[in-house]
């Protein structure tokens, strides 16, 4: 198994610009997150999905937009990139959203936004 | 809503010495806990977890935490550390919403 891939490694953006982040597992994990982390404040949740068509907000979406088609994927868009998204972002999934449950993560996207 | 908070940003230790990281958490409900470890440009592993049960919890690469539930604190012990133990450690809690909340995190460097 691969567990959990992310691409790109790294990626500078313009302000205003847009792009998505690739997350992937294949481990048929239902549950599937992003968390962005900055210097100083550990590991935020951006979106999670429980399922295939299902995602709902974390505490920081303001941003962001994610889907859900697939068990498998579960993508993260910036429609219009900003400084304050200049982050390293990582992707996790887990058998389920119940805790006994451990969670993967991915090994992260350095995003720059000039 | 829970919040996690780890008292020490930074701490340096000697190589075979012992480290404690110290976490708090506050929530009203019944909580889990966990520790992740990030080396350096990697993503997070688990070290340990706290669901229920025995308070003393061990972990991968002789790690252990002490859930403490009238202290509110789960701090991670290592009694001899090693170089490869530098690293970035994060303490967590999941409460009734199931939404991983971290701390900010304590950058851990061992020298010889």
């Known amino acids: 198994n691969a567990g959990v891939t992310q691409t790109p490694k790294f990626q500078v953006l313009k302000t205003g610009q847009s792009m998505t982040l690739q997350c992937a597992q294949d481990?048929?994990?239902?549950?599937m997150s992003w968390y962005r982390q900055d210097p100083g404040m550990g590991l935020r949740l951006i979106h999670y999905?429980?399922?295939?068509?299902?995602?709902d907000q974390g505490e920081v979406p303001n941003g962001y937009n994610v889907s859900r088609s697939t068990t498998e994927d579960f993508p993260l868009r910036l429609l219009s990139a900003a400084p304050s998204q200049t982050s390293v972002y990582f992707c996790?999934?887990?058998?389920?959203?119940?805790?006994?449950?451990?969670?993967?993560f991915g090994p992260g996207t350095r995003l720059t936004v000039t | 809503a829970q919040s996690v908070t780890q008292l020490d940003s930074q701490v340096p230790v000697f190589e075979e010495a012992p480290v404690e990281l110290r976490c708090n958490y506050s929530?009203?409900?019944?909580?889990?806990l966990f520790w992740y470890v990030q080396y350096p440009n990697q993503g997070l592993q688990l070290l340990l977890k706290?669901?229920?049960?025995?308070?003393l919890v061990k972990g991968i690469n002789g790690f252990e935490a002490e859930f403490n539930k009238s202290q509110t604190s789960f701090h991670l012990r290592k009694p001899s550390v090693h170089i490869s133990d530098t690293a970035e450690y994060f303490c967590?809690?999941?409460?009734?919403?199931?939404?991983?909340?971290f701390g900010a995190g304590t950058t851990v460097t061992v020298r010889a």
């Open positions: 929530s009203s409900v019944s909580v889990y």
């Open positions: 706290y669901l229920s049960g025995s308070t």
């Open positions: 967590a809690v999941i409460s009734n919403d199931y939404k991983l909340s």
């Open positions: 996790a999934s887990s058998k389920d959203r119940n805790p006994t449950y451990e969670q993967y």
């Open positions: 481990m048929n994990h239902e549950y």
């Open positions: 999905s429980v399922g295939a068509g299902i995602t």
